[in-house]
């Protein structure tokens, strides 16, 4: 039986692997910057919420956060299907590590920055958004774009919660077939089709942005 008449199936697959990682970028992103800012923060009250948060994001693997959020919820009242439980998990791990990305890109940014402004007369808060924030944001790119190769490998962990992504597909296929070598190396090419080039362009962004600081 030739594998590549289960590609299709596989494809299927990827497209469900695409949502969930735009999904859980463009959340998951957004989070994290208020986390990078709220761990930035001096009022303790924001300070150290956000901190225990992102530090428990980044500690606790990425497959346990599924399960709690798929399994461990609806105890408390809040059951949520695959699809919607793998998405807020994979949401929160990567708030919690582009939280860290994201602040490590702000504090990079030059103090005499905000002293230019100070002497141009611009109020902290204005300094911040216009000035500090956008080259923050832009040094904290490359890392960004390569927590989002990761974040679409990372998908393959939503198979554990029963989620038709790529690896569930592949599951299916190998035991119709029992050709588990072909079908997961086939999965694997899969995979790499997208994040080969993904990582080619995350370089090639990085060298841009590098010229652009001399």
Known sequence: MDVLEFL???????????????????????????????VSSRNPWLHWPCLVLVEIGRGIPALVVLYMVYYGLPAFGLPFDNFTSAAAGLTFTVAAYSSEM??????????????????????????????????GLRSSIPALMGLAIMSFQ???????????????????????????????????????????PATWLSVGVERRLSRGFR
């Open 8 to 38: 299709p199936k596989l494809l299927d697959g990827l497209l469900v692997s695409l949502q969930l990682t735009v999904i859980s970028l463009v959340f998951g992103y957004v989070i994290g910057t208020l986390f990078a800012l709220g």
């Open 154 to 196: 990372g998908t393959s962990l939503a198979y554990s919660i029963s989620v038709n992504e790529l690896m569930s597909q592949a599951y299916q296929v190998s035991t119709t077939t029992f050709q588990y070598l072909a079908v997961y190396a086939l999965a694997g090419l899969v995979f790499a089709a997208i994040a080969v």
């Open 102 to 135: 994201i602040r490590a890109g702000i504090a990079s940014v030059p103090r005499g920055q905000r002293e230019a402004s100070a002497a141009l007369g611009l109020s902290p808060t204005t300094t911040f958004l216009r000035v500090v924030l956008p080259q």
